[in-house]
Nanobody, 120 residues
Framework: VQLQACGGGLVQPGGSLRLSCAAS????????MYWYRQAPGKRRELVAT???????TYSNSVRGRFTISRDNANNTVALQMKGLKPEDTAVYYC???????????????WGQGTQVTVSS
């Protein structure tokens, strides 16, 4: 079981990027999915969450600029980022609550991270 994130890169301030993350392997169910980020020298912070039913939450720093979405049929989660600022520069990680079997409790799984750099 793995989470594979992609879509990071270098973008100018005010620009947009779309991150994607796909869960693969023998998965029974996926609960809430998350995007976190970690800037150099800072603690990892929660950016956005989305439940299986599509309810989303955002940190104050990204609300109104970022949109999280998921595709349950394909086990993917995306983060559309607009109006990017230099302070959004960080490694972005996807995370998901996964159950591997019917009786398996939900556990937290992490993707490998993708770098987002906002700079002119």
């Amino acid at each position: 079981v793995q989470l594979q994130a992609c879509g990071g890169g270098l973008v100018q301030p005010g620009g947009s990027l779309r991150l994607s993350c796909a869960a693969s392997g023998s998965i029974f169910s996926i609960g809430t999915m998350y995007w976190y980020r970690q800037a150099p020298g800072k603690r990892r912070e929660l950016v956005a969450t989305v439940t299986r039913g599509g309810s989303a939450t955002y940190s104050n720093s990204v609300r109104g600029r970022f949109t999280i979405s998921r595709d349950n049929a394909n086990n993917t989660v995306a983060l559309q980022m607009k109006g990017l600022k230099p302070e959004d520069t960080a490694v972005y990680y996807c995370n998901a609550d996964l159950s591997l079997t019917y009786s398996d409790p939900s556990r937290s799984y992490w993707g490998q991270g993708t770098q987002v750099t906002v700079s002119s």
